[in-house]
């Protein structure tokens, strides 16, 4: 028989937050140990299947199905079925690759560098920012193997002793990519999964059918709450916290070298490390801030997640909105500054060319709307951050679009010039991945913790502890 995971003693009154933190509390009042246990066991153990859920799933699974076709379409006939051509020989499958990676570098940085940091406001969103993480991931690394053009040979990538003596090319960005995104999914994954481990043992406790007891039991690999399991798990937490740290930065960096490694005017520029990670977290933060937003009213987890964690992000957001921004000037002003006829055509043509429109809804969407984040009325304000959110979202995958297409449609010479055009097997392929994300989340916030019940009752005790000796 399981024993029950000791927790703290509940407080004599209500925890409250002081006055010094923020006028916006990191925790609604009123929240006691086992209140919030039960809110987040709850919505895994008891809450039934509503209607609204089992729309939207079986919507995503559609998404899903439709992944399937496009991906097995592509396989039959190979990837003329893309409007790939040349001299624009990338096209969805690359712009899908980068926008993805970047989606899933928000939950990284919230989970590793706010725990470092020892940031409290981290607690509520930390989970579903990590689950994110390894969605969009997984989405990202589907891209590059159907682009393969033979993706059943993928494990020529992987350096391995062969018979053949066949070494994987290491001066190819390919090669780095698939290191680059290996180690940071494998990295995610043990750092969610063992953030979990204490609250699984809890729905093993709490859970009333034989089912759920044995599943969260091996999943919470015999976890009793002892001094000494706690002791493992801070020391296992605080490492994969600091391994996960420097992906942030690696990652979209090696992203970034598939581009500034090449002579094509756009592409070939030392900025492109350093602006590729601020949009990674520009685009992830977006993400985080438009799932937290609907989760929030769904679940009514209100008191748990709360305005100020929604106006800290939209802070983060801001902050690294302007480095994006800076990026798009030193782009323009260094294409000025170098002199060269290719890179300043090459920026002009992003506002005056065949793809325009793309500039200048870039401009709007990641430059202009989110300029309005510096006003607190817009940063505590539902509607606004669902809007402006959404609108980064857009304009990164606008971004995207621009770095990979307009920078390839003209080459030096006009004879090699071209026009690329998405047929209806890249948006199809692009729509499925959007399923699949959005079906992983259905399934991850009705079968697992979506809140770390066991840090946001930690942050209680801290809050009851410092209201005492103020």
């Known amino acids: 028989?399981?024993?029950?995971?000791?927790?703290?003693?509940?407080?004599?009154?209500?925890?409250?937050?002081?006055?010094?933190?923020?006028?916006?509390?990191?925790?609604?009042?009123?929240?006691?140990?086992?209140?919030?246990?039960?809110?987040?066991?709850?919505?895994?153990?008891?809450?039934?299947?509503t209607f609204g859920w089992a729309v939207g799933f079986i919507g995503t699974a559609i998404l899903v199905v439709l992944l399937h076709l496009a991906v097995v379409w592509l396989l039959i006939r190979g990837v003329g079925i893309w409007g790939i051509d040349i001299p624009v020989a990338w096209g969805f499958a690359i712009i899908n690759f980068v926008w993805w990676i970047g989606i899933g570098h928000a939950g990284t940085l919230i989970s590793a560098i706010l725990y470092l940091f020892r940031q409290r406001w981290r607690t509520s969103i930390n989970r579903f920012a990590e689950a994110m993480t390894i969605f969009a991931v997984m989405c990202a690394g589907l891209f590059p193997l159907i682009h393969l053009g033979r993706p059943w040979m993928f494990y020529y990538l992987i350096p391995y002793p062969n018979t053949m003596e066949i070494w994987p090319q290491f001066r190819s960005p390919l090669i780095w990519d698939f290191f680059a995104?290996?180690?940071?999914?494998?990295?995610?994954?043990?750092?969610?999964?063992?953030?979990?481990?204490?609250?699984?043992?809890?729905l093993r406790d709490r859970?009333?059918?034989?089912?759920?007891?044995?599943?969260?039991?091996?999943?919470s690999f015999g976890w009793r709450g002892s001094a000494r399991h706690w002791r493992n798990y801070e020391d296992a937490y605080v490492l994969?916290?600091?391994?996960?740290?420097?992906?942030?930065?690696?990652v979209h960096s090696v992203v970034s070298f598939d581009f500034a490694v090449g002579i094509v005017p756009g592409w070939h520029s030392t900025i492109f490390p350093p602006y590729f990670v601020a949009g990674a977290l520009y685009a992830g933060f977006a993400m985080v801030l438009t799932i937290a937003i609907i989760l929030r009213p769904v679940f009514k987890i209100?008191?748990?997640?709360?305005?100020r964690h929604l106006?800290?992000?939209?802070?983060?957001?801001?902050?690294?909105?302007?480095?994006?921004?800076?990026?798009?000037l030193m782009e323009g002003f260094m294409a000025w500054y170098g002199g060269r006829e290719f890179e300043t055509y090459q920026q002009l043509t992003r506002f005056f060319g065949t793809y325009g429109g793309?500039?200048?809804?870039?401009?709007?969407?990641?430059?202009?709307?989110?300029?309005?984040?510096?006003?607190?009325?817009?940063?505590?304000?539902?509607?606004?951050?669902?809007?402006?959110?959404t609108s980064i979202n857009i304009g990164m995958w606008i971004e995207r679009f621009i770095i990979v297409v307009v920078s390839l449609h003209r080459d030096y010479m006009p004879s090699a010039w071209g026009y690329y055009s998405?047929?209806?097997?890249?948006?199809?392929t692009y729509a499925g991945t959007l399923g699949f994300f959005t079906f992983a989340l259905f399934l991850f916030v009705r079968l697992l913790p979506m809140i770390p019940a066991f840090e946001v009752k930690e942050m209680l005790s801290h809050l009851r502890h410092e209201e005492q000796t103020a």
Do not use: C
């Open 1 to 49: 028989m399981s024993t029950p995971i000791a927790t703290p003693p509940e407080p004599r009154v209500q925890p409250v937050v002081p006055a010094e933190q923020s006028e916006f509390p990191v925790i609604l009042p009123g929240y006691t140990y086992d209140a919030v246990e039960k809110q987040i066991g709850g919505i895994v153990l008891e809450r039934p299947i």
């Open 181 to 202: 995104v290996s180690t940071y999914f494998t990295t995610s994954v043990l750092f969610w999964y063992s953030g979990m481990v204490p609250d699984f043992a809890a």
């Open 207 to 219: 859970a009333k059918q034989r089912f759920a007891k044995v599943i969260f039991g091996i999943l």
């Open 240 to 250: 994969l916290a600091a391994l996960s740290t420097p992906l942030v930065v690696s």
């Open 302 to 307: 209100e008191g748990l997640v709360t305005m």
């Open 311 to 328: 106006d800290n992000m939209a802070k983060l957001m801001l902050a690294s909105g302007l480095v994006v921004m800076y990026g798009y």
């Open 358 to 389: 793309w500039g200048w809804g870039l401009l709007l969407t990641n430059v202009l709307i989110p300029q309005l984040l510096w006003f607190k009325r817009f940063r505590t304000n539902i509607w606004w951050l669902l809007l402006i959110s």
């Open 422 to 428: 998405p047929t209806i097997w890249d948006i199809a």
